[in-house]
């Protein structure tokens, strides 16, 4: 079964710092990866996804990595701001055939605070 | 992108009852799935919902407990029958993209059970 862990679980910063935040997972077959942003008392916001197949992707001020090979994927935040603060989940979707055809394996996720 | 309502968006039960979820999208989507998040956990696949057909569900889920509708492409229900404090959480429904392989989420369901 695929595990997945984010680290920190918090972390609190000043505005303009620039951030990294961690996911790992423990099975490397995976069919691609999904960085989600989770507001207080809201859903969930789609931000990057990665293929199995690709290295990093780019939206914005975020920067996400993948190194399957080692189960390892990171968030770059550039220049943080206030409006970033909000729980950032890592998800994972296997590659195998025997897994649920489209299924998430999340992470605890990393609770950010981007103070003024 | 898809755009996913769901209904209720928060509500409090009393032991025993039962709650229906719906969850609503703007466009015809390949696949449907209900997620629980209780409290300082992660995400938790429930079930695939199917459409025309018996949902497809994890194991520690079954249907009795956790009965689901999806009668056409954009629209499916997630029942939590005869609840109890222990099914406190967040349900959330997601959606596959037809065009592309980023899933979408509802903004969830706040259910609380005394």
């Known amino acids: 079964k695929q595990e997945v862990t984010q680290i920190p679980a918090a972390l609190s910063v000043p505005e303009g710092e620039n951030l990294v935040l961690n996911c790992s997972f423990t099975?490397?077959?995976?069919?691609?990866l999904q960085w989600f942003r989770q507001d207080p008392g809201k859903g969930l916001t789609s931000l990057l996804l990665?293929?199995?197949?690709?290295r990093e992707q780019t939206s914005g001020r975020l920067n996400a990595s993948l190194d399957k090979s080692s189960g390892r994927s990171t968030l770059y935040i550039a220049a943080s701001q206030p409006g970033d603060s909000a729980t950032y989940l890592c998800?994972?979707?296997?590659?195998?055939?025997?897994?649920?055809?489209?299924?998430?394996?999340f992470g605890r996720g990393t609770q950010l605070t981007v103070w003024p | 992108s898809a755009v996913i309502s769901q209904k209720p968006s928060r509500d409090i039960c009393q032991r025993g009852t039962s709650l229906t979820i719906q969850c609503q999208v703007d466009?015809?989507?390949?696949?449907m799935f209900w997620y629980r998040q209780q409290p300082g956990q992660s995400l938790t696949l429930i079930a695939t919902?199917?459409?025309?057909?018996?949902?497809?569900?994890e194991s520690g889920f079954v249907i009795d407990k956790f009965p689901i509708s999806r009668p056409n492409l954009t629209f499916s229900t997630l029942t939590v029958s005869n609840m109890s404090p222990e099914d406190s959480s967040i349900y959330l429904c997601?959606?596959?993209?037809?065009?592309?392989?980023?899933?979408?989420f509802g903004p969830g369901t706040r259910l609380t059970v005394l």
């Open positions: 998800a994972v979707r296997p590659g195998n055939r025997g897994s649920t055809l489209g299924r998430l394996y």
């Open positions: 099975d490397s077959a995976i069919y691609n």
């Open positions: 997601s959606v596959k993209s037809r065009h592309t392989d980023t899933q979408y």
């Open positions: 990665i293929q199995s197949s690709q």
């Open positions: 466009s015809q989507v390949t696949m």
């Open positions: 919902a199917n459409q025309g057909s018996e949902a497809t569900y």
